[in-house]
């Protein structure tokens, strides 16, 4: 297999910048032990359902008693070409099946000679963008469907803005219907040259556009080659088996403790998930937030005594020495810690009518630890312009920056170094609703603190320079000594006089 260049004549356009799927990787031949997990999104009836009912049904994951099951229920729907309704595969749900529409997060399971897979249909009703963010938590790649005749809509930058938030750098742009539009070379490369640029926005730069007809089979698992000879790329399976995952090694050791084991007098073992890294007898760790060091003596699993242990294993580690450790402390490597602290700054996606309000306390969930917490909206994403606009609260469905204030010491790393132990949610404490999901983006201080004696400098600078200058290397590694306000140019200048006089 190959994985060309995507859209031909676009990809000399300024959107090119834009990655494909290494070429390189088609050399591969032997199976990959390691499934991909995937989520397909996008706007209502672009057709995410039927797409993946292809995929599963086109790689025999479809078994003869499914199959007549699919047949009955699709109640004389079939297509014009007699096949049954393929989103009843992942539609499961009364109300979906009456509604037509995607309610819930479907998993599906399917493999290929080179492959396994596990795939997530989420919702496109922006009701349900909880839903989509759940399903996108925990993905490698996203597969966005964008209808050919329609084109890129609001909900369509909301799911590809909220993948990309949740870590997905891997994405497949989906040109689904194009059989509707007459196999229109020129609109698909319309819209694959719009959505570059809405990625490249977002700093994704791994992006493969395929057109398809998810109800024909063109270009999902067989090539539509006879259909559209002007395409020469992957079919969406081949980009799918060359994917990469992602990897949980990017920080050093993590074990957020979920309960402590006590059989008798002489076995105390520290009982949780390794959230990154791993761990082996000898190793020295830190307790956080107490800071107290141990070394490790044992790594035990349920059937056996471990000489080691890597990220998504479930273990019971056990010290040298007696330490006060409880459930939602975490253990963690001496020589590679995790940020801890009062403040950190996040984002988050609204989920509740209420939204989020300014300066209301919540209880913050990151694992087994909870913790009250603060927020203060700053700032919110504008799904049109793509721009982030100052914001007092947080509506439902919102995407936004807020900054966190904690009454005890939290203990985070970024999301983008750990999707685990940067990851939360916040419940509201009158009625314990989920009412957002949020990703840490920085440890937060307050200015002066530790750099009391530090001579600051004010600067106003116009938006777009702003952002240029944030996204540079230098400016990351200290992001945390940074105080931003987003102001108008007039607020600028009342501040800055104010200074002056």
Not at 91 to 115: H, N, P
Not at 371 to 387: I, N, T
Request: aromatic share 6%; glycine share 8%.
């Amino acid at each position: 297999m190959t994985a060309p260049a995507t859209a031909n004549a676009v990809e000399h356009d300024a959107a090119a910048e834009v990655l494909a799927f290494p070429a390189q990787e088609a050399a591969r031949a032997t199976r990959d032990s390691r499934p991909l997990r995937l989520i397909t999104c996008g706007s209502v009836d672009d057709g995410k359902s039927t797409l993946i009912g292809r995929l599963l049904w086109d790689t025999k994951a479809v078994k003869e008693d499914q199959a007549a099951t699919l047949r009955r229920d699709s109640n004389g729907k079939q297509n014009d070409l007699g096949l049954p309704d393929f989103a009843l595969l992942l539609d499961g749900l009364q109300a979906e099946r009456e509604q037509g529409i995607t309610i819930d997060v479907a998993y599906r399971y399917f493999s290929t000679d080179k492959r396994s897979f596990i795939v997530a249909d989420t919702p496109g009703h922006e009701q349900y963008t909880r839903n989509m963010a759940t399903g996108a938590s925990t993905a490698d790649l996203a597969v966005l469907l964008v209808d050919a005749r329609v084109g890129l809509l609001e909900q369509t930058r909301r799911h590809a803005t909220i993948a990309t938030l949740m870590g997905i750098k891997q994405f497949v742009l989906a040109v689904n219907k194009i059989d509707l539009t007459d196999y229109d070379r020129a609109r698909f490369e319309q819209i694959s040259h719009e959505f570059r640029e809405l990625a490249l926005s977002l700093g994704v730069r791994q992006v493969t556009a395929i057109p398809v007809s998810a109800l024909k089979g063109e270009n999902v698992v067989y090539d539509g080659s006879a259909s559209m000879p002007w395409y020469d790329g992957p079919t969406l399976i081949e980009v799918l088996e060359l994917a990469t995952t992602r990897s949980a090694q990017t920080v050093g050791f993590r074990l957020p403790v979920q309960r402590v084991s006590r059989p008798g007098e002489s076995f105390r073992g520290y009982q949780g998930t390794v959230a990154g890294g791993s761990v082996k007898p000898g190793d020295s760790v830190v307790i956080l937030p107490s800071g107290m060091v141990a070394n490790v003596t044992k790594i035990v699993t349920f059937d056996l005594v471990r000489n080691a242990a890597v990220a998504g294993d479930a273990i019971t580690l056990v010290l040298d020495r007696q330490v006060d450790v409880s459930r939602g402390d975490m253990i963690v490597a001496i020589d590679s810690q995790p940020p801890t602290g009062l403040a950190f700054d996040a984002q988050l996606v609204a989920l509740q009518a209420e939204g989020i309000q300014p300066g209301k306390r919540y209880w913050l969930k990151s694992g087994s630890r909870r913790q009250r917490v603060q927020v203060q909206p700053a700032s919110q994403l504008d799904l049109q312009s793509g721009k982030w606009t100052h914001a007092e609260q947080l509506p439902m469905n919102a995407i936004g920056k807020v900054h966190l204030a904690f009454d005890e010491q939290a203990i985070f790393d970024t999301y983008e170094q750990n999707r685990v132990t940067g990851a939360f949610i916040l419940i509201d404490p009158d009625t314990n609703n989920t009412v957002a999901g949020g990703m840490i983006t920085a440890k937060r201080s307050a200015l002066g603190g530790i750099h009391t004696e530090d001579a600051r400098v004010i600067l106003s600078l116009p938006a777009d320079l702003a952002d240029q200058l944030m996204a540079t290397e230098l400016f990351a590694s200290r992001r945390e000594e940074a105080e931003i306000r987003r102001v108008s140019a007039g607020k600028a200048v009342e501040i800055i006089d104010d200074i002056d006089g």
